[in-house]
């Protein structure tokens, strides 16, 4: 298996591009199979859970074909309703299948996601969502089994204990645009993955009123057309090259990023301190001198504080002077980083949903585990500012939403390497 090796205390300087954003790629993907046309997507992110994706629409039946890199050809001519769990179980986010399968044949099997190690992923809402446009609805043998032959629109409050949901939203807008009547969606997700997939629908043919906003009017259509769509950059990769620029008091300008996507991250940055030039489509960190301040932090949905961002704001609050706290209201035990942040040195102490983190450690370089997309993030963001050498075990979680981010950070200067993990020195295999 492939692990970093990463030595700290370096500087980052220069320029990185961001990519197309994965949770975006993600029901776009998906909503492919809403029409028989082709769809061209550009600026589709390499990472692996696009070719999970991938495989499950040619499962379904959809050609797929990849002109040139990041282009993606789609016809999803003639398809099948069933997702099965072989494919399914890869990755949660192939719930979002259930909308368009339901919209275009009327009838759809998705095997049930599994656990998670960020905690419950419940799809009460998304059920909710469909059996309001009077769809039947029956969960048996780990799977959904949707009949929609009656599909209508209608009023949907689609809102959870946590407020929005974005792949339920995504679910039920796209079950939406082909059924019948009106629906009007309150409480929507307004994340901007959600925004670009109801404008690339818009770009198909959909007619969906109020994007970007909390509440949503889908007129149903009899069919949607192909498009060519270029999906949006991902604002939490730019998020985290920011805080590796601030981790190292590095010089990084991060390009092809709108500072309007990063509003409440950008915003409890300036308030730690940060020195930050914003252009249009860019966000430059500068070098400063003595300490960032701590900051309170409160993970909510957009356009509140991105959980996404919450495990590497903590890596960079572990070096700033004062005491920082980290809520996370989205997934209250998404801090499986902590414990391996503490090996490397740092001061946190978890109370509840909370991270109470100690600043101003000197961390230094030790064998850690990553458990899952942004912990592995966090580590490689605290491995940038330790002294020594760390090594990070399961980088397969970063593959699958960081495009070649040890080479993006490599051409800004960060001493970080892939290798295997019969290179870890022995020695410390023993602790
Ligand atoms: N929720 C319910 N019932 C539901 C659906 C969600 O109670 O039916 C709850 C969840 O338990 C959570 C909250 O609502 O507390 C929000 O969950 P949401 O449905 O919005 O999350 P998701 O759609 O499953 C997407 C991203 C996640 C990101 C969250 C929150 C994709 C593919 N995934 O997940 O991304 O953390 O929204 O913004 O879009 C990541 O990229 O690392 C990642 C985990």
């Given at each position: 298996?492939?692990?970093?090796k990463?030595?700290?205390?370096?500087p980052?300087?220069?320029e990185?591009?961001?990519g197309?954003?994965k949770?975006?790629?993600?029901?776009i993907l998906?909503?492919?199979?809403?029409t028989?046309?082709k769809?061209?997507?550009?600026?589709?992110?390499?990472?692996?859970?696009?070719r999970?994706?991938?495989?499950?629409l040619?499962?379904?039946g959809?050609?797929?074909?990849?002109?040139?890199?990041?282009?993606?050809e789609?016809t999803?001519?003639e398809?099948?309703?069933i997702?099965?769990?072989e494919?399914?179980?890869?990755?949660?986010?192939s719930v979002?299948?259930?909308?368009?399968?339901v919209?275009?044949?009327?009838?759809?099997?998705?095997?049930i996601?599994?656990?998670?190690?960020i905690?419950p992923?419940p799809?009460?809402?998304?059920?909710k969502?469909?059996?309001k446009?009077?769809?039947?609805v029956?969960?048996?043998?780990g799977?959904v089994?949707?009949?929609?032959s009656?599909?209508?629109?209608g009023?949907?409050?689609l809102?959870?204990?946590?407020g929005?949901?974005?792949?339920?939203?995504a679910?039920?807008?796209?079950a939406?645009?082909?059924?019948?009547?009106?629906?009007?969606l309150?409480c929507?997700?307004?994340?901007p993955?959600?925004?670009?997939?109801?404008?690339m629908?818009v770009?198909m043919g959909?007619?969906?009123?109020?994007v970007?906003?909390?509440?949503?009017?889908?007129?149903?259509?009899e069919?949607?057309h192909?498009?060519?769509?270029?999906?949006?950059?991902?604002?939490?990769?730019?998020?985290t090259?920011?805080?590796?620029?601030?981790?190292?008091?590095?010089?990084v300008?991060?390009?092809?990023?709108?500072p309007?996507?990063?509003?409440?991250f950008?915003?409890?940055?300036?308030?730690a301190?940060l020195?930050?030039e914003?252009?249009?489509?860019?966000?430059?960190?500068?070098?400063?001198k003595?300490?960032?301040?701590?900051?309170?932090?409160?993970?909510?949905?957009h356009?509140g504080?991105?959980?996404d961002?919450?495990?590497?704001?903590?890596a960079?609050m572990?070096?700033?002077?004062?005491?920082?706290i980290i809520?996370?209201?989205?997934?209250?035990?998404?801090?499986?980083?902590?414990?391996?942040?503490?090996?490397m040195g740092?001061?946190?102490?978890?109370?509840?949903?909370?991270?109470?983190?100690?600043?101003?450690?000197?961390?230094?370089?030790?064998?850690?585990?990553?458990s899952?997309?942004?912990a592995s993030?966090a580590?490689?963001?605290?491995?940038l500012a330790s002294?020594?050498?760390?090594?990070i075990?399961r980088?397969?979680?970063?593959?699958r939403?960081y495009?070649r981010?040890?080479k993006?950070?490599?051409?800004?200067?960060a001493?970080?390497?892939?290798l295997s993990?019969?290179?870890?020195?022995k020695?410390?295999?023993q602790?």
């Open positions: 298996m492939d692990v970093f990463v030595n700290g205390n370096v980052l300087k220069g990185v591009h961001v197309g954003a949770n975006a790629a993600l029901p998906a909503a492919t199979l809403l028989e046309e769809v061209v997507l550009r600026n589709v992110p390499d990472l692996s859970d696009m999970f994706m991938l495989e499950i040619r499962h379904i959809a050609d797929t074909i990849q002109p040139e890199p990041g282009v993606w789609i999803a001519k398809i099948t309703h997702a099965p769990y494919l399914v179980r890869k990755m949660r986010a979002c299948l259930l909308g368009p399968l919209s275009r044949l009327r009838k759809a099997e998705v095997s996601p599994g656990g998670c190690v905690g992923r799809i009460d809402l998304h059920i969502g469909l059996k446009l009077n769809c039947k029956d969960i048996s043998n799977y089994h949707v009949d929609a009656d599909i209508k629109g009023p949907i409050f809102g959870g204990r946590s929005s949901t974005v792949t339920g939203t679910n039920i807008v796209m939406a645009v082909l059924a019948p009547g009106t629906t009007r309150e929507a997700a307004c994340e993955e959600v925004v670009d997939l109801c404008e629908l770009k959909a007619q969906i009123e109020g970007g906003s909390p509440e949503l009017t889908i007129t149903g259509r069919k949607l192909g498009c060519e769509y270029s999906i949006i950059s991902d604002r939490i990769e730019a998020g090259f920011i805080i590796a620029g601030a981790m190292t008091r590095g010089d300008n991060v390009k092809g990023i709108a309007k996507l990063l509003g409440a950008l915003d409890k940055l300036e308030e301190g020195p930050m914003l252009g249009a489509d860019n966000i430059r960190v500068t070098p400063y003595g300490s960032l301040k701590p900051v309170d932090v409160i993970t909510l949905p356009p504080y991105p959980t961002l919450q495990a590497q704001i903590g960079l572990t070096q700033t002077e004062g005491l920082s809520t996370e209201r989205i997934y209250p035990h998404r801090f499986m980083h902590v414990p391996e942040l503490q090996r740092a001061e946190i102490s978890i109370e509840g949903p909370s991270a109470i983190i100690k600043g101003a450690s000197q961390l230094s370089g030790a064998q850690v585990m990553a899952d997309l942004r993030a580590l490689i963001l605290a491995a002294k020594g050498e760390t090594w075990q980088i397969y979680h970063l593959d939403g495009e981010f040890e993006k950070l490599t051409t800004i200067g001493q970080i390497e892939r993990d019969k290179d870890i020195p020695e410390l295999l602790y």
